[in-house]
């Protein structure tokens, strides 16, 4: 089993910064694709940027030019730095994760239980 942790959500001003760090742990032969998702309030949960495991990256066309995801292969973590935030901004943000478990050949998405990130004056 894994388990993936958020950290770093909070209270922020419009056009100030947050970075979130989601941390692995268990029993993680490999980690594949990791990736982070939001949901507002009253919408369907979206993709806001996913990273290869060799680090190739892809963003939301509402986040790109703001948000930066990168990873730590050895400490197995995941982190969102998140620049000039907007109200539309606030969501809970969840950590996603493609992790092959040791002794098995596929891998199993997980998921955090998220932060929340409330960007507002």
């Known amino acids: 089993q894994a388990q993936l942790v958020e950290s770093g959500g909070g209270l922020v001003q419009p056009g100030g910064s947050l970075r979130l760090s989601c941390a692995a742990s268990g029993s993680i032969s490999r980690i594949n694709n990791m990736a982070w998702y939001r949901q507002a309030p009253g919408k369907e949960r979206e993709s806001v940027a996913v990273?290869?495991?060799?680090?190739?990256?892809n963003y939301a066309d509402s986040v790109k030019g703001r948000f930066t995801i990168s990873r730590d292969n050895a400490k197995k973590t995941l982190y969102l730095q998140m620049n000039s935030l907007k109200p539309e901004d606030t969501a809970v943000y969840y950590c996603s994760a493609n992790v092959v478990i040791q002794g098995l050949y596929y891998g199993v998405r997980y998921w955090g239980k998220g932060t929340l990130v409330t960007v507002s004056s």
């Open positions: 990273i290869t495991s060799g680090g190739i990256t």
